[in-house]
């Protein structure tokens, strides 16, 4: 279904409204021509209908006074009305009108020679009233007057018709705005402020630490593109504030391990110079009770050491050297490091395009994922099983998108939100501190990428990290020892 986007609908509905309003100021416009015209015709009608009582006010005076004066007056004011009548007709040309009012020029015409032989049969001194036209002439008069006065009426009625229908026009031109008005109001209410009211709450929500998502629709446009910038916002915030508590977390921790680590490093020391010491004055009795367990106590301090220097190593501050290296090379180095620990069954795939460059301390690039490929392949109990090491790019975000999968026992649900955290293992006693994932965690956040975890119990496990690409395209890196490969068993 074609969507509408937010200007595209802001444009239609100003477009609509233009429309309209052209629409209606055209029709008032022809209204008021048309109001225009009946008023002009009203007026001549009415000078009409006023000629015609003249004519017949001195027609009357001249039957009584059988004055030239008023007999003069007569034929002015017809001819007057002759000269008029065209016009008028003219006029109504084009309107609906009285049908016998084609006929006033003949009457006009009719009445002037009847009028003129009146006169010429009536002498002087003759009882006028007498005289065989009078009553011919009057006929023709009164007909001059109806003709007129039905004119009269005829545009006064058109006058009530037009204005009846002009008002109801009006009134459903008004209602028709309101209606458009409020479709417009309820259009941008729901395109515009409501889903901005949406945001502004979230973001209230957000400002008092809730952090909530909206729910974007599948209509396209500009509103949607906010609200999933926003809910990818409030993505963002969640995920970095874990961040910020993890790296806290790990601040503390490292803190609290570095001053342990050193009080603890000297009686360890002391422990196992004594041991050797001891078992050095034993001469022959070395498979005696006691110097077996002097061993076992030399044992266990120098695997107390160990643990004591990883303590120290995973509190210092390292300093990070950054430089432009293909993914490939880091990749092909951890394949071959960890060649030599992997058992019989267990494959290392890889997929790696060349173009992934990436601008970071390459020795701690290789400590990452040296430690997530070796958890990798501890997580598979029992061969037949894979390790893949594979990346894309993310044009979009200018970022590498790395995943490091085995197809081990996984991760129960209740351990996922603790990988990360220092001295945690699901390893048997002896066998890890706890602190490798930590590491990686450090190093990957240092270099201003992300990590996290996915797994589902008995089908595997796969850590992603998201690492920002470098600008330079792979061509310019130097070339190195180590080459790409793809679908490369080791």
Avoid: W
Wanted: with cysteine; charged share 20%; net charge negative.
């Amino acid at each position: 279904m074609f969507a509408l986007n937010l200007r595209q609908k802001m444009i239609g509905c100003f477009c609509l409204h233009l429309l309209f309003y052209i629409i209606v100021g055209i029709t008032f416009l022809k209204d008021f021509n048309m109001f225009n015209d009946d008023v002009t015709l009203l007026m001549h009608a009415g000078n009409l209908s006023n000629i015609s009582l003249e004519i017949r006010r001195y027609e009357k005076n001249f039957i009584i006074r059988h004055d030239n004066t008023d007999f003069n007056k007569v034929l002015e004011y017809v001819d007057e009305a002759q000269q008029f009548v065209p016009q008028v007709i003219d006029d109504l040309q084009i309107m609906p009108h009285p049908t016998h009012l084609q006929d006033l020029t003949a009457k006009l015409t009719a009445y002037e020679e009847t009028f003129k032989e009146f006169k010429g049969k009536c002498t002087i001194g003759q009882d006028v009233t007498v005289c065989p036209l009078r009553e011919k002439v009057r006929s023709l008069g009164q007909e001059l007057v109806n003709i007129t006065e039905d004119l009269v009426l005829f545009e006064q009625n058109k006058m009530t018709v037009f204005i009846e229908k002009f008002t109801i026009r009006l009134i459903n031109t008004v209602l028709f705005l309101v209606l458009l008005s409020v479709f417009t109001i309820s259009l941008l209410y729901t395109s515009i402020v409501k889903p901005l009211k949406k945001v502004e709450n979230a973001a209230i929500d957000i400002a008092n630490g809730t952090f909530s998502r909206l729910s974007v629709d599948d209509k396209k446009g500009e509103v949607r593109s906010v609200l999933r910038a926003f809910n990818k916002m409030v993505t963002d915030l969640e995920e970095q504030q874990e961040q910020l508590f993890q790296a806290k977390k790990l601040s503390s921790i490292g803190t609290l391990a570095s001053g342990t680590a050193h009080q603890i490093n000297n009686p360890l020391n002391n422990i196992s110079t004594s041991c050797q010491l001891a078992l050095a004055n034993m001469g022959d009795d070395k498979d005696s009770f006691v110097a077996r367990m002097l061993k076992t106590i030399d044992q266990e301090t120098q695997r107390a050491g160990e643990i004591v220097r990883g303590l120290l190593e995973f509190s210092r501050a390292h300093t990070f050297s950054s430089q432009p290296c293909q993914l490939a090379k880091i990749v092909n180095k951890v394949k071959l490091l960890v060649a030599s620990e992997i058992p019989t069954g267990i494959n290392i795939e890889t997929d790696i395009p060349e173009d992934v460059v990436l601008y970071v301390d390459v020795q701690k690039m290789v400590e990452a994922l040296l430690n997530l490929t070796i958890n990798a392949i501890q997580a598979i109990p029992e061969p037949p099983g894979t390790v893949c090491i594979k990346a894309e790019k993310d044009e979009e975000q200018k970022k590498a998108v790395i995943t490091v999968a085995d197809t081990g026992t996984g991760i129960d649900p209740e351990n996922l939100a603790k990988v990360f955290d220092p001295f945690f293992t699901t390893k048997t006693a002896g066998n890890g501190t706890g602190l490798g994932l930590a590491v990686v965690y450090g190093i990957i956040k240092k270099q201003g990428g992300s990590i996290r975890v996915e797994s589902t119990k008995g089908t595997g496990t796969n850590f992603i990290i998201t690492l920002p690409l470098h600008s330079e395209p792979a061509e310019t890196m130097l070339p190195g020892k180590y080459s790409t490969s793809r679908g490369t068993n080791v």
